[in-house]
């Protein structure tokens, strides 16, 4: 370890000034890609912020763009996978509609008959039903994708018209609402929030989890002998990390139920007013939430699993995965799967906010969420990505449309910046990586 | 050097490294045929390998070689023809079942996965995991690290993709991942093309080494000169059809040569049925 350390710092102590960043990037092994993507998501917020006179970085403003990008967000993780293959998915936007339209046909129509209005079963029969529906038609395309060969492209793009199509003969094109309210939960709002408390327990959790994992990992590495980070770069890294934890937390917690909310809330529980008004705080949204752990669930599947090595395998070489003796074909169906499996969790959160569910629930989506893994460095040739990367991407896409909202941008005008910004983002990208190899 | 040539081809009892013909053959391919759209890649042939035997298989390029090793590794499914590993017919339909029966493949490609790192590469398909069911990255390292020190004692990039490597690092992690599980037949398709003299010399020396630990080898090369001075025997190929084997203590270079460009058997040789007819 002594070695490692006096190593590096000496290496670092070689080039003092502008090397002083570089040494700092090498010890705490940051991906200096992912660095400029949070630059770039913090100097487009600022840029907001200063325009729209002061109202983008706003408790209130962060919060919404959060619930905004967590279905993007949560479709971006599996997209992830599916171009890291090799493949593409231009399906996930029907395939939301048409899950998204399905759950709501069983919550509002048929369940409700079997179980009684508000059975606490509704909602969990609902998304595992969903989900298995989104599972199914991944597990489909995927099949015709990976056994028949069939290209992905043409697969989904056909995936995009049938399940559209579907979605619309399921109830004859008819809007289907309300939906079930603890299902509605997982759309956020007022009640769909975690409040401050939990938001702060949950807080704490994550930073003994970030805690407890740093150190676990260097005892690993120090097992084996290997050459380990020093010991200041570790901690800065715990450092960055808890405030960025807590930062989110307090931002969540700051932004406070609109009064007309919270009078309600204090007449239905018999809470007096107390002078000033209630103050509630938010908290995370369950939608995040649901986001934030999907992230998590997919960074280690991708980075900790068999299946996800064989993934990046198969998208660096995929006649090398086969000779290596990876069954190819069934993990390009269970990457499918997995993609449906998410644009149905997508679907629960978007049908969840809106409270309905419509023919046009998703149109478009899988652009977005294509776009957002791209953004977020996955390599359109295949065998790189990163879930945190895309989920960060679909954060940028959302921060720009938002924004230009926030600003009376006009919708078409809306339309042409994101279709730029996304092009230059791609073409940085590939300067960046063309330099870098 | 003359040494070593005689080290290798005298076969004396009890000599180290000798090929220990009294068992069964590790490998006997019998009138294997394999036909791409009309094209006839391998045409009935039959190759046979002996324990701690090095058996080169030339020819030119489009000779059919490289089709019926990968027959042999799993690559493609051959139209006709047996395979018996140590006496025992196998069924070996694709590269999981070859590697089942110990039979591990360099290709030429090298057939490595750019994108990840040399450990993982290594271990593809038949990773390590910790209880728990996930991969045990720093396991895998652990192994990588003594492996690879033993081939190749200066690599250290054990954390970058292996397309950051140079030729010969990315050759030495092909070959580690090949002797790692203990394979009883090795298959080397042009092993040396992308590397230097020094390194050469030591894929020359770790042959030796495999050699004596009784693992059977077949080097497949278009270049004689590569493979003439490690083998036991040669056979050769052209037009997808065995044209001979030998010995090589019973044939010169020269004559090698003869039956790789023109088909023609020398008096010291099998002739098989690609052999020109005079």
Redesign the interface.
């Known amino acids: 370890m002594s070695q490692a350390t006096s190593g590096t710092t000496a290496g670092a102590a070689a080039t003092p000034g502008g090397g002083g960043l570089k040494g700092f990037i090498r010890a705490t092994e940051v991906d200096t890609r992912m660095l400029g993507m949070v630059g770039a998501l913090l100097v487009i917020w600022l840029v907001f912020h200063v325009l729209s006179g002061g109202i983008f970085l706003t408790p209130r403003n962060l919060w919404n763009l959060t619930v905004q990008t967590s279905s993007i967000a949560v479709m971006a993780t599996g997209m992830v996978l599916v171009i890291v293959t090799r493949n593409i998915d231009l399906s996930v936007g029907s395939i939301l509609g048409f899950t998204g339209m399905a759950m709501a046909a069983l919550q509002a129509q048929i369940l409700p008959g079997l179980l009684g209005f508000d059975s606490p079963f509704v909602w969990i029969i609902t998304l595992l039903g969903g989900i298995l529906v989104g599972v199914v038609i991944g597990g489909l395309q995927g099949y015709v994708i990976a056994y028949l060969g069939v290209p992905a492209f043409i697969v989904t793009l056909g995936g995009l018209l049938v399940w559209r199509g579907g979605a619309w003969w399921l109830t004859s094109g008819r809007t289907v609402a309300p939906l079930d309210d603890t299902f509605r939960l997982m759309g956020g709002g007022a009640t769909g929030s975690l409040g401050e408390t939990w938001t702060w327990v949950l807080a704490l959790a994550a930073c003994v989890v970030v805690a407890v994992s740093l150190v676990l990992a260097r005892r690993?590495?120090l097992?084996?002998g290997?050459p380990l980070r020093p010991i200041w770069a570790e901690a800065t890294i715990g450092a960055i990390v808890f405030v960025a934890i807590i930062g989110a937390a307090a931002i969540v917690n700051a932004y406070k139920w609109p009064s007309a909310i919270a009078r309600r809330y204090a007449t239905a529980n018999g809470i007096e007013m107390p002078e000033g008004g209630l103050q509630i705080g938010y908290g995370v949204a369950v939608p995040v939430l649901l986001a934030i752990v999907v992230g998590i669930v997919m960074t280690?599947v991708a980075?900790?699993?068999?299946f996800?090595?064989y993934v990046?395998?198969?998208?660096?070489?995929p006649?090398?995965?086969?000779?290596?003796?990876?069954n190819t074909r069934w993990v390009l169906v269970k990457v499918f799967m997995l993609m449906g499996g998410l644009a149905a969790l997508g679907a629960a959160i978007s049908t969840a906010r809106l409270n309905a569910a419509t023919n046009a629930l998703g149109t478009l989506d899988e652009l977005y969420v294509i776009a957002a893994a791209v953004i977020g460095g996955t390599s359109l040739a295949g065998?790189?990505g990163t879930i945190i990367g895309a989920m960060l991407g679909a954060l940028v896409m959302q921060s720009l449309q938002s924004g230009m909202v926030l600003l009376g941008v006009d919708s078409p005008l809306q339309s042409i910046v994101v279709g730029i910004v996304l092009v230059i983002a791609v073409w940085i990208d590939t300067t960046y990586r063309r330099r870098a190899a | 050097m003359s040494s070593t040539m005689e080290a290798i081809t005298d076969h004396g009892p009890g000599h180290p490294g000798a090929v220990d013909r009294s068992g069964p053959a590790l490998i006997d391919m019998r009138d294997i045929s394999i036909a791409f759209g009309g094209i006839h890649a391998v045409e009935s042939a039959s190759v046979d390998l002996y324990p701690g035997e090095v058996v080169a298989l030339l020819g030119h390029n489009g000779a059919g070689k490289s089709t019926l090793i990968k027959i042999l590794?799993g690559?493609y499914k051959r139209d006709a023809g047996t395979i018996h590993v140590r006496g025992e017919e196998a069924a070996i339909s694709?590269?999981?079942d070859a590697?089942a029966y110990g039979i591990e493949?360099i290709?030429q490609?090298?057939?490595?996965?750019?994108?990840?790192d040399a450990a993982?590469n290594l271990f593809?398909?038949?990773?390590i995991?910790t209880a728990w069911?996930?991969?045990d990255d720093?396991?895998m390292?652990?192994e990588a690290r003594k492996v690879m020190g033993r081939l190749n004692p200066n690599f250290r990039r054990f954390k970058e993709?292996v397309k950051a490597l140079s030729g010969g690092q990315r050759q030495s992690v092909a070959i580690a991942r090949a002797i790692l599980f203990n394979a009883k037949i090795l298959i080397m398709d042009e092993p040396t093309a992308a590397l230097g003299p020094q390194e050469t010399a030591q894929v020359g020396e770790l042959i030796k080494e495999l050699k004596k630990d009784g693992i059977g080898i077949f080097l497949i090369s278009h270049d004689i000169h590569d493979v003439f001075d490690l083998a036991d025997r040669v056979i050769v190929m052209k037009n997808g059809q065995i044209v001979g084997g030998a010995k090589t203590g019973d044939v010169t270079k020269d004559e090698v040569l003869g039956m790789i460009i023109l088909g023609k058997c020398p008096p010291g040789a099998t002739p098989g049925p690609g052999a020109m007819v005079e």
Do not use: C, Q
């Open positions: 690993r590495r097992s084996f290997f280690f980075r900790r699993t068999r996800g090595r990046f395998a198969i998208g660096g070489n006649e090398a995965a086969e000779l290596a003796g990876i065998g790189a | 590794s690559a694709n590269p999981r590697k493949t290709y490609t090298l057939a490595l996965a750019d994108n990840v993982a593809l398909g038949r990773e995991l069911g996930t991969l720093a396991a390292e652990a993709p």
